[in-house]
């Protein structure tokens, strides 16, 4: 009876063992399995999954596996053990900066569409140890005033991160990098869940950077494949870098088009019966009118009207006396770009009626630009007459309606992620604090809180354009 007894333990075992090799052995040939541990859906069927929906006329969602190895065999049980497993999974990569694999639309949620109309600046200079070697941006000086005397009363110096960094507010995602593929893709989907369309990025010349950054053109293609995998597009916000004139930006604009320009991500408007790609130009002002004239005439052999490398440029209206400059150098359009209401002329949104008649009087393109309030007192401590406080999100809805108001063909935001001015909407962390420093914060609302602000008027915006058509 004992041999028995020990043969059909033997059986059972033998049984038992040869379903959990089948099982683990049918998980490895339906998921792909990387050397980190992270099993993955491959991210090209989600992106197809949801062009087949939407080709259905189906609102798309997308199913995100996201679990840890030692969850395998478990988590294959059951549905409801694969829901617990990837909340857990979820927490954790919440808690972690630097997240180094691809993350798709997360799991069951419907985003809105994206409205092509709304443009929102973008910048790519920040780095981090493990994608940089060390920190860029984050670490950002305190800038000297001009005046020596009053540059006397405030701190210099660098900040320190991960807990200082040059910036009023503190990131939800910590002090990261550019270059985190995971923080693009965190990006991409927070613009299209606030159903903005378009990313306007932040762009040097390659091998070209600002002082306290390292060149980036290189991430343009990753932004372009992460936008589009999100239904988002990308255009250019040209920097003023290192000797820029209308004859290198041609060529710039040239090598800009020939490597992106046919990227399926990379945005086109129509203007005046052309549909081109379109450029913000910051700080235009800087180039002369008679040098702009040159560049963007038709009849110039120097300028890029007429070919291949057209384009919609918009210039930065700063001044009053500018809207002459705006016009005479040939200019498609303007933008404001400012999120401190008293800054500059264009920014106060009291001159936005004047300057959309303006536009509307000379064919040309009026784009207001909002913003959820501004700080810069971490970067610049004696600009604190700038400041703008957010006020529990009334800054932002004023600017929105004001904009709105005059009813623009464009709406440009200020800014996703510019966190040294404190015009940035994507998400942010609570309670925070380095020394004697407390960061500013969202608080009492969720760390979401202008993504779902700025939603609630594109939404708003997107009703006018459908009432003026």
């Known amino acids: 009876m004992y041999i028995i007894y020990r043969f059909r333990k033997c059986i059972v075992f033998l049984i038992f063992l040869s379903f959990m090799c089948g099982l683990v052995l049918g998980m490895v040939l339906v998921l792909k399995t990387d050397a980190t541990g992270v099993i993955e859906t491959n991210p090209s069927d989600s992106v197809r999954k949801i062009e087949e929906k939407e080709s259905e006329g189906r609102k798309p969602t997308v199913t995100k596996l996201h679990l840890n190895l030692s969850k395998l065999v478990t988590a294959t049980l059951s549905e409801n053990l694969i829901r617990k497993a990837m909340k857990l999974s979820n927490q954790k990569l919440q808690q972690n900066w630097h997240l180094n694999k691809t993350e798709s639309v997360q799991q069951n949620v419907t985003l809105p569409e994206p409205n092509y109309n709304v443009h929102i600046f973008y910048y790519t200079w920040y780095g981090s140890p493990p994608f940089d070697e060390k920190y860029l941006h984050w670490d950002h000086a305190y800038l000297p005033h001009w005046n020596k005397m009053e540059d006397k009363k405030w701190r210099h110096g660098r900040h320190s991160p991960p807990e200082d960094i040059g910036a009023n507010f503190y990131p939800e995602l910590g002090p990261y990098s550019s270059r985190d593929a995971g923080v693009i893709e965190k990006h991409m989907l927070q613009i299209r869940s606030a159903g903005i369309g378009v990313v306007a990025v932040s762009w040097y010349p390659p091998e070209m950077a600002d002082e306290e950054g390292h060149p980036a053109d290189d991430l343009i293609p990753a932004l372009l494949d992460a936008a589009h995998r999100y239904k988002l597009k990308l255009c250019l916000h040209i920097e003023p870098y290192k000797d820029r004139s209308p004859s290198n930006l041609k060529e710039n604009i040239k090598y800009v088009l020939h490597k992106y320009g046919a990227h399926p991500g990379f945005y086109r408007y129509s203007h005046n019966g052309r549909n081109l790609p379109l450029f913000y130009i910051y700080d235009s002002y800087l180039i002369k009118v008679s040098e702009w004239r040159i560049f963007l005439n038709s009849d110039s052999p120097e300028g890029i009207r007429g070919t291949q490398f057209d384009g919609i440029f918009i210039g930065l209206l700063v001044e009053k006396n500018q809207l002459k400059d705006i016009t005479s150098a040939g200019f498609d359009g303007f933008y404001t770009y400012f999120a401190s209401n008293t800054f500059t002329y264009g920014a106060k949104s009291a001159n936005w009626k004047k300057l959309a008649t303006f536009a509307k009087t000379n064919k040309l393109i009026f784009i207001p630009s909002v913003g959820p309030g501004y700080v810069d007192t971490r970067v610049r401590p004696w600009n604190g007459k700038n400041t703008k406080d957010r006020l529990d999100g009334k800054y932002?809805?004023?600017?929105?309606?004001?904009?709105?108001?005059?009813?623009?063909?464009?709406?440009?935001?200020?800014?996703?992620?510019?966190?040294?001015?404190?015009?940035?909407?994507?998400?942010?962390?609570?309670?925070?604090?380095?020394?004697?420093?407390?960061?500013?914060d969202y608080a009492p609302h969720k760390s979401d809180y202008y993504l779902a602000l700025t939603l609630k008027w594109v939404d708003f915006f997107q009703k006018q354009l459908n009432w003026t058509v």
């Open 396 to 440: 932002y809805e004023n600017s929105m309606a004001s904009a709105l108001n005059v009813r623009p063909p464009l709406l440009s935001i200020t800014s996703f992620n510019e966190w040294h001015e404190g015009t940035q909407i994507e998400k942010a962390a609570v309670a925070k604090a380095t020394g004697d420093f407390k960061y500013l």
